[in-house]
């Protein structure tokens, strides 16, 4: 394992910033990750995994630790389940296909979701009616101070709406090292209650799907409304969908009556971010090299050199004209550096 100083970080993180490292260390195993942290205690950390949910907006001074662990085995089984145990550095998407290959349901929804197995449960990721909470039973983390090994189960993980314990309480403290999922191995609980899902399965004729026919859906849609973070610098969704009290909700829907909602409790709606910054005007807007996508107004994009500074500035450029036009406030779901 070699330290490098001032290190790249261009390839590391999807929006693909230029930023330097002070310093730069991959590990590949857990006695690698122990001996970095144990070799290096006066040094400011950084911890990266697939660089997908993150702005760089300057130079980190600080000891990256890029965690690249890896394998995925299975911990136990019946009839009717199986425990998949996969290491932190697994591409999602990659782990996602393999368990659709075994014939295991639960993750199929979530497929082409940019970043590594490790930084799931962080921001509790979710698409089209799933979360990761949903299949999660536990992960493995290294505490950044001792360096021992503790496991979260999920309810001490603290899910929610694209927060955990990870993200709030324990922040900076723990590295995950691997995550637990349990998965159906029959009678998959097929979910195809989004309407996207549903058009792209019945434009193919499909009416019993199977695990692949889903993923393969939300592929395609995925990649008809995303670019590719190889192709276009960019972290996905850049913004939460804000959650409103139903209260305060209905006095913003009585001036704009053609907001759209979605019912997620009984006192509280989502609000689409995509529908309020497009309506806005901003999608398919560029600002030097940073911009909207001309197809996803949630996403954030980098056309080629824009600084993580530049990017930043569109984001709040967003956030205050939607505050200024609807009164609703939208969170940054990227983690911005």
Request: aromatic share 10%; with cysteine.
């Amino acid at each position: 394992m070699e330290i490098k100083t001032n290190f790249s970080l261009k390839k590391y993180n999807t929006f693909g910033i230029e930023a330097k490292a002070k310093q730069f260390a991959a590990v590949h195993s857990i006695a690698e990750l122990k001996t970095v942290l144990e070799e290096n205690k006066s040094e400011n950390k950084f911890i990266l995994g697939g660089g997908s949910n993150m702005l760089l907006t300057k130079d980190v001074d600080a000891l990256v630790i890029h965690i690249d662990l890896k394998g995925k085995r299975i911990t136990a089984e019946n009839e009717d389940y199986v425990w998949v145990e996969s290491q932190a550095g697994e591409n999602w998407h990659e782990f996602v296909l393999w368990t659709i290959d075994q014939d295991f349901g639960g993750l199929e929804n979530m497929s082409l979701i940019p970043g590594n197995v490790g930084t799931t449960p962080v921001q509790n990721i979710g698409a089209y009616g799933t979360e990761i909470k949903d299949t999660f039973i536990s992960c493995e983390a290294l505490t950044t101070i001792n360096q021992e090994l503790k496991t979260f189960t999920k309810q001490e993980c603290h899910f929610g709406y694209r927060e955990s314990i990870f993200k709030n309480e324990v922040k900076d403290q723990y590295i995950i090292t691997s995550v637990v999922f349990k998965l159906t191995k029959r009678n998959h609980n097929i979910n195809t209650s989004y309407g996207d899902i549903t058009n792209e399965l019945a434009k193919n004729n499909i009416t019993n799907p199977s695990l692949k026919d889903v993923s393969n859906a939300v592929i395609t849609i995925r990649q008809s409304k995303l670019p590719d973070p190889k192709e276009l610098g960019n972290s996905g969704s850049f913004f939460k969908n804000p959650i409103l009290l139903k209260t305060d909700f209905e006095k913003i829907h009585h001036q704009f009556p053609e907001m759209k909602y979605y019912d997620v409790s009984e006192t509280e709606v989502k609000v689409p971010a995509g529908w309020l910054i497009e309506e806005a005007g901003f999608k398919g807007k560029r600002f030097g090299d940073a911009g909207i996508h001309k197809k996803q107004a949630l996403v954030l994009v980098n056309y080629g050199n824009a600084t993580g500074q530049e990017i930043l500035n569109v984001s709040k450029n967003i956030q205050e004209t939607i505050f200024k036009i609807f009164g609703i406030h939208i969170e940054a779901e990227v983690n911005v550096i």
